[in-house]
Structure formats: C-alpha cells, structure tokens
T-cell receptor
Framework: EPEVTQTPSHQVTQMGQEVILRCVPI?????FYWYRQILGQKVEFLVS????????KSEIFDDQFSVERPDGSNFTLKIRSTKLEDSAMYFC?????????????FGPGTRLTVT | KNEVEQSPQNLTAQEGEFITINCSYS?????LHWLQQHPGGGIVSLFM???GKKKHGRLIATINIQEKHSSLHITASHPRDSAVYIC????????FGTGTRLQVFP
C-alpha cells in the first residue's frame, strides 16, 4: 500500500540553524500538508500546498517557515532560523483532493529537537 | 473555547471491553476524521465521516451533524488498541482535538 514517507526521523539542531524536513507524498496525490505537534499538546495545522503554491497557512506559519516542492516527488518544510519553541514532531500529509472531504494520509513524522 | 472537545481524556479498559470515545465540535464542518496515534508518534487515519456511520473491523464511527457530535467505538478491545485517539474536524483546514489516551490491559 502506498504511504507517505518522511526524513529524517529525528533531527537535532542548534538554535538559529536552518533545517529542512523532507516528505515524499503518495505519488498521485495533489494536496500536501504540514502539521506540528509540540510534546504533550495537540496536533496543529501549519500549511497546505496545491499546484505549487500555498493554499492555506496558519498563524504559526510565519516568515521563518517556507515550503517547496522542488521536484515531482519531494515536499519540504524549511525553518530558516530555528528557535527552542520549534522543537516538536512535524507531520507531513497528502490527499488526492483538498477542499472537498478527502482522507489525508500522514507520514510517520520527524522529531525536531532544537538545543 | 476549544473548537473540538474529546472525552474522556484518559481511558483504561480490560481486554474485551467495549470502548466509546466522544467528540463534540462547535464549528460547521465538511468532514470529521478519527485518527490513531501510537506511542512512537505516528498517525494513522482510521475514518473520515461526513454523515451516518462507518465500520472497519472492530472499529465503528458515528456522526450526528445536527448535534455536532461523533463517537468512536471499539468492540472487543485488545491491548494492541492502546494508543491516543484523535478527533479532527475539517473546516478549511483540519482542527484537532487533544486526543483520548486509551490503555487496554490484558
């Protein structure tokens, strides 16, 4: 069964460094998402992406964050200058459709630790 | 006020028991998702509902759009069902509940 993959599974970085989290969505999916879960808290929406542009973003997704689909398969989340509070689990998801009610498929997550 | 409320927050059960987890929401939605999060952190989508009821194996999910309420039922619970169960509603984005931590003991 096709699945969403994410790399790395765990990333440790120093405050102020740039990180890129990578996702490979399911190949025929058109909508892509990033979510964040700070330890002990609920999952939060960050951004959705369709047709090579951001379709929705939350107030969390400030200028420090960017997303890109650099080729036909990868979907990346970049954090330009990491802060301690960026430490969280980051989940990528994809779906075959977006605004209508279609299921999202989640990746296993990348645990980001900022020290 | 949270837009998505789940109850209970924590639930323990003996193997074989029937489990119910509830989700109430306050916004108009296009769909509701039930997700399972295992201790390692990974999230698996269990159901997506916009009306009525869905069943998959021992799992049943129901939704009442008028009452803005959904339930997830697990029949004949098993220790491998131990996980956090998350309700998420779809507005223009997914809004997540805080989850219900379920532990099933043998």
């Amino acid at each position: 069964e096709p699945e969403v993959t994410q790399t790395p599974s765990h990333q440790v970085t120093q405050m102020g460094q740039e990180v890129i989290l990578r996702c490979v969505p399911i190949s025929n999916h058109l909508y892509f998402y990033w979510y964040r879960q700070i330890l002990g808290q609920k999952v939060e929406f960050l951004v959705s992406f369709y047709n090579n542009e951001i379709s929705e973003k939350s107030e969390i997704f400030d200028d420090q964050f960017s997303v890109e689909r650099p080729d036909g398969s990868n979907f990346t989340l970049k954090i330009r200058s990491t802060k301690l509070e960026d430490s969280a689990m980051y989940f990528c998801a994809s779906s075959p459709r977006g605004r209508l009610s279609y299921e999202q498929y989640f990746g296993p997550g990348t645990r980001l630790t900022v020290t | 006020k949270n837009e998505v409320e789940q109850s209970p927050q924590n639930l323990t059960a003996q193997e074989g028991e029937f489990i119910t987890i509830n989700c109430s929401y306050s916004v108009g939605i296009s769909a509701l998702h039930w997700l399972q999060q295992h201790p390692g952190g990974g999230i698996v989508s269990l159901f997506m509902l916009s009306s009525g009821k869905k069943k998959h194996g021992r799992l049943i999910a129901t939704i009442n759009i008028q009452e803005k309420h959904s339930s997830l039922h697990i029949t004949a619970s098993h220790p491998r069902d131990s996980a956090v169960y998350i309700c998420a509603v779809r507005v223009d984005k997914l809004i997540f509940g805080t989850g219900t931590r379920l532990q099933v003991f043998p």
